[in-house]
């Protein structure tokens, strides 16, 4: 009975695993989705003439997903690109800010919270990818968005030697429920790859390895 349901092969148990502890993560989220958000109570309305310019990126997002192998194979090319630059969450300083105001820079957006194990995993290497492409040219914007007060958070990331990134930040998950109205977000982490305009070029639900030679890659491509 080596096939019988008594002796699934690990790898089996290992996918049942994995998809078992994202739908949880998104259970989680979803339970307190009626929030709305900093700066952004609703889904900005769409601006044509950027929605239009985005989606003729179709090259640029393809290239990006060819380039998302190895440990960032999740990385999906946006089919088609979308204007992303209406999110709305807060600067490290605490005032409301979009994704329009780091124009000029490709961006990796990051939503991480301290509940979500995955999120714990991998931000080390999102802070290692800071220090070693970060530039005027590209960031790594991780948005926190843990309800409630800041302690938390903060706490997390001084134990955990997190000191290249900006703390961004979503008390309200409205940023997260605006990526989910837009089909983008299905539980934490959900991270996206932004070009210098504001489009969506990639992005995955799920944790990847960072700070590896594939996210560097990655990153290259999209530069």
Not at 75 to 82: C, D, F, K, R, V
Not at 107 to 126: I, K, Q, S, Y
Request: aromatic share 4%.
């Amino acid at each position: 009975m080596a096939n019988g349901p008594f002796h699934l092969p690990t790898s089996r148990l290992i996918a049942i695993a994995v998809v078992a502890g994202l739908t949880a993560g998104a259970i989680g989220v979803y339970v307190m989705g009626g929030m709305s958000g900093n700066n952004a109570p609703e889904m900005s309305a769409a601006d044509p003439a950027a929605e239009n310019a985005c989606a003729a990126k179709i090259e640029a997002a393809k290239a990006a997903g060819d380039a998302a192998q190895g440990e960032v194979a999740a990385m999906l090319g946006a089919s088609p690109p979308q204007d992303l630059s209406g999110l709305a969450f807060n600067a490290p300083d605490g005032a409301p800010m979009t994704i329009a105001d780091l124009s000029g820079k490709t961006l990796l957006v990051n939503l991480w919270a301290t509940w979500c194990a995955p999120c714990r995993h991998e931000m080390p290497a999102l802070n290692q990818l800071q220090k070693d492409m970060g530039d005027d040219r590209f960031e790594v914007v991780a948005v926190n968005v843990d309800t409630g007060d800041d302690e938390k958070p903060k706490r997390f990331l001084e134990e955990t030697n997190v000191d290249a990134l900006g703390y961004y930040r979503d008390s309200t998950l409205g940023l997260f429920n605006d990526l989910k109205r837009r089909g983008l977000a299905l539980g934490l982490p959900v991270t996206l790859l932004i070009d210098d305009e504001g489009c969506m070029l990639a992005n995955m639900n799920g944790p990847a390895e960072w700070a590896s030679p594939d996210a560097k890659r990655l990153i290259d491509a999209a530069m």
